[in-house]
């Protein structure tokens, strides 16, 4: 029984390049923060990211069967590309949160639109890498009493 944390394509540069738009923590940094979270709140939290897109679609359809319970996803620039991703999320039927550390509305007009939204339970966007824990403090809750 765990909450997924699922991060996409080039998230595995974080805090090493462009500081000023996606801030200084490394990606190592939000995932050992999400499972002390995730503990704090009484649950397991896993953590995947991948540059590749059908790795992160295998990674979603073994949620269906690993116990997992929600999913946090930063789905990166496949956000404004990928029919495929949004389809397997909408396949396993999980509560899923969609994160930009970025306020992608600020930014280019290509960023505005994203396939994911239509198939998760909420969005945040532009609270910097604090959005994935809010995201998993609203799933935690959402799931009610953590397992004893
Ligand atoms: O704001 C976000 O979290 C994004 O999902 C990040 C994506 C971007 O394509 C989306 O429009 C918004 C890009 C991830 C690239 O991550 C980097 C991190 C550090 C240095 C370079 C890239």
Not at 13 to 35: K, M, N, Q, W
Not at 55 to 76: C, F, K, M, S
Request: aromatic share 4%; glycine share 10%.
């Amino acid at each position: 029984m765990s909450i997924l944390l699922l991060n996409g394509p080039n998230l595995n540069l974080l805090g090493t390049r462009e500081p000023h738009v996606y801030g200084s923590d490394t990606l190592a940094d939000v995932e050992r923060r999400f499972i002390e979270e995730a503990a704090a709140l009484g649950r397991v939290a896993q953590c995947f990211q991948s540059n590749h897109e059908g790795a992160l679609i295998d990674r979603i359809h073994a949620a269906r069967l690993d116990g997992t319970q929600a999913i946090v996803i930063n789905p990166g620039g496949l956000t404004h590309t990928s029919v495929s991703l949004r389809d397997a999320l909408a396949a396993v039927a999980l509560p899923v949160v969609e994160v930009h550390i970025s306020n992608v509305h600020r930014r280019e007009p290509f960023r505005h639109h994203s396939y994911v939204s239509g198939v998760a339970d909420g969005v945040i966007a532009g609270l910097g890498v604090q959005g994935y824990l809010a995201a998993l403090r609203f799933l935690a809750d959402k799931l009610g009493a953590a397992p004893r």
